[in-house]
């Protein structure tokens, strides 16, 4: 039986960036509140709180629409041509949930459309509230916030997604796509072994995450915050200037 062949190597993501003039008080302060909660919380696997390190530095929030792999500086650039000549405003307008395949809906939903040209037209504002796992929480490595907003999030990066997804630079993934901005990723911690955030191994350090995921059922970590870019980075956090960690942007664009 031949080997299987190994997997691409992932070098940059699509994603909406999170942090923002209006974003950063309001996460910074969020980030720090959680920060001092876990890190006191004993855990039978963690007896000192979450290590700070598994915690992510304000500047790698983001939503992540899919991953690539580009491996030389043309399919970089290529890239970078399709997401500067998308019609963002065309895509946001367009993102309708309601939309369906039956013709009565179809022709209510471009009534609607027409009547609310200027409310579609509104920039893409999301809230982070709340706090989920992405394993049982029982036995986590990675928790995580949901965004949640005015029902067009979700289709237009969908739209996003298909796009470099049919152009073959999103790598084909058999699963639905999950926006979430993570907040805790263990593989991060000093010693644990594996691959975080987009690659494909998991950490091995899981801990108990009952009590802390009722303790910010309900944790608001930013509000109605505009999305103001739509960006393609590189792998793997630096440090900037100032000493804070966040993803390097090969390119970006505005969002309406």
């Known amino acids: 039986m031949p080997p299987r062949p190994s997997p691409p190597r992932l070098t940059h993501f699509l994603c909406l960036p999170l942090v923002t003039p209006t974003s950063r008080s309001q996460l910074q302060n969020s980030l720090a509140t959680f920060r001092d909660k876990v890190t006191g919380i004993s855990t039978p696997e963690l ?3 979450i290590p700070e390190k598994a915690i992510r530095p304000l500047g790698t929030l983001h939503l992540t629409l899919g991953v690539m792999s580009l491996l030389s500086q043309e399919r970089i650039d290529s890239s970078l041509k399709l997401l500067r000549e998308l019609n963002l405003k065309e895509l946001l307008s367009s993102s309708n949930p309601d939309e369906t ?7 209510m939903s471009k009534a609607k459309a027409i ?7 509104k920039p893409l504002q999301v809230t982070l509230k709340g706090l989920e796992s992405m394993h049982t929480s029982s036995k986590t490595s990675i928790l995580y916030s949901a965004p949640a907003d005015d029902d067009r999030l979700y289709p237009f990066c969908q ?3 298909d796009i470099f997804t049919e152009a073959e630079f999103i790598l084909v993934e058999n699963r639905p796509l999950k926006l979430h901005a993570t907040i805790v990723n263990t593989v991060y911690v000093p010693g644990v072994r594996g691959k975080g955030g987009h690659g494909r191994s ?9 009590e802390i995921l009722e303790d910010f059922e309900d944790f608001e ?3 109605n915050v505009r999305i103001e870019k739509v960006a393609i980075c590189k792998m793997g956090a630096k440090k900037n ?16």
């Not at 009547?115 to 037209?121: F, G, L, M, P, V």
């Open 101 to 107: 395949s039956n013709p009565v809906a179809q022709s």
């Open 159 to 161: 739209k996003l997604k």
């Open 202 to 210: 998991k950490a091995k350090l899981n801990f108990d995450a009952r």
């Open 241 to 256: 200037e100032d000493g804070e960690e966040e993803y390097v942007v090969e390119g970006e664009v505005e969002m309406p």
């Open 47 to 49: 007896p000192n709180g």
């Open 115 to 121: 009547a609310n040209d200027s409310e579609e037209a």
């Open 221 to 223: 970590w930013m509000m």
